[in-house]
């Protein structure tokens, strides 16, 4: 009896660590458990860093309201942005104004691309950059604007490169946009451009009476499908193609009055393929140099902008009416 009593109670000190091993045991899982809190931590500050630095990026409309800080850039597409509180890094405004009110500040630069730069009384610690746009200082002396600040011209020789390489960049697409139609239809383009050249007062009424017919149109052809079961399946088919029916005979209207207008300049007269090609990309550049002359001389930019919108509208619709008399080019043209 007193042997088996001494083999269970040898047998319970085997499975009863030792007092030193618990201690080592406590201690790993106390270096386990500090790992771990540290990674954790680790974790969460890195979180808090890249959000402090993230980019603010917004669509139409863009701000920064007192008291506000945005640790990055500040972005924004196709609205203006109102900074009345901190940018830590640019503030950018694509094709639209950007106005940096007193009391606020950007470390980095503020920049506008098709829009106006307007400091009124805040900091702008980087450069201002304008793009086929101006700057505007309420602290420097210069021409009164409509919104009581005051235009300087210190940045007038960046703005005028920008408008030049943004009416450079829009010839080149239109120049090879129309290329390429030239290159696959010649002959419908020869042939709204010999209708253009045959009446253009009659091609531009026929081109304004439809343009202002735009929303009649589309309504009477909605109401026209709507009265049958067949009909109400069609309407969104009808309302995305009847804008598509007048954006491709405008382009195509377009490329004829510029072939026309480029014939004029080479004295070169002939449907071919290259003589098309040709004609199109003269004429371009010729409808849109006005634009160009707006770029290089800002004192007169509103009225040769003026006339360069007048010229560019009177040449698609006259162009446009050309194109929908011959139906596309498929008519005879004269």
């Not at 042997?3 to 080592?24: E, F, I, K, N, Y």
């Not at 390429?180 to 026929?206: K, N, Q, S, T, Y």
């Not at 446009?320 to 596309?328: C, D, K, Y």
Request: glycine content about 14%; overall charge negative; proline content about 4%.
């Amino acid at each position: 009896m007193i042997l088996r009593l001494l083999t269970l109670l040898a047998l319970c000190g085997t499975l009863v660590p030792a007092p030193s091993q618990a201690q080592d045991s406590a201690k790993a899982s106390s270096r386990t458990a500090d790992s771990t809190r540290r990674k954790i931590d680790s974790t969460i500050v890195k979180f808090r860093v890249d959000t402090d630095h993230a980019s603010q990026v917004e669509w139409g409309q863009g701000s920064v309201a007192p008291g506000d800080t945005v640790r990055g850039d500040l972005v924004t597409f196709f609205g203006d942005t109102e900074v009345r509180g901190v940018v830590l890094g640019d503030a950018v405004a694509l094709f639209g104004d950007l106005t940096v009110h007193d009391g606020a500040y950007v470390q980095g630069d503020a920049v506008s691309v098709g829009g106006t730069v307007r400091v009124r009384g805040g900091e702008v610690g980087g450069n201002i950059v304008t793009a086929a746009g101006r700057h505007v200082d309420g602290d420097d002396a210069g021409e009164s604007d409509e919104g009581g600040t005051l235009i300087i011209d210190r940045d007038e020789p960046h703005s005028i490169l920008g408008a030049l390489f943004a009416v450079f960049i829009a010839m080149a697409m239109l120049s090879v946009t129309g290329v390429i139609a030239a290159a696959v239809m010649p002959h419908r383009i020869d042939a709204v451009a010999r209708r253009l050249e045959a009446g253009v007062g009659r091609a531009f009424a026929a081109g304004l009476i439809i343009e202002l017919g735009f929303v009649p149109i589309l309504l009477l052809v909605l109401f026209t499908l709507i009265i049958t079961i067949l009909g109400i399946l069609l309407i969104p088919f009808a309302v995305v193609a009847v804008p598509l029916l007048y954006l491709v005979l405008g382009a195509l209207g377009w490329f004829a009055t510029a072939t026309l207008v480029g014939r004029g300049l080479t004295g070169r007269d002939g449907a071919d393929r290259p003589a098309v090609m040709r004609s199109l990309a003269v004429g371009t550049v010729v409808l849109l140099l006005p634009f160009a002359l707006a770029a290089l001389l800002p004192g007169w930019g509103g009225g040769l902008i003026a006339l360069a919108v007048g010229v560019v509208w009177v040449a698609t619709t006259a162009g446009f009416g050309a194109a929908v008399l011959t139906r596309g080019g498929r008519s005879p043209s004269r």
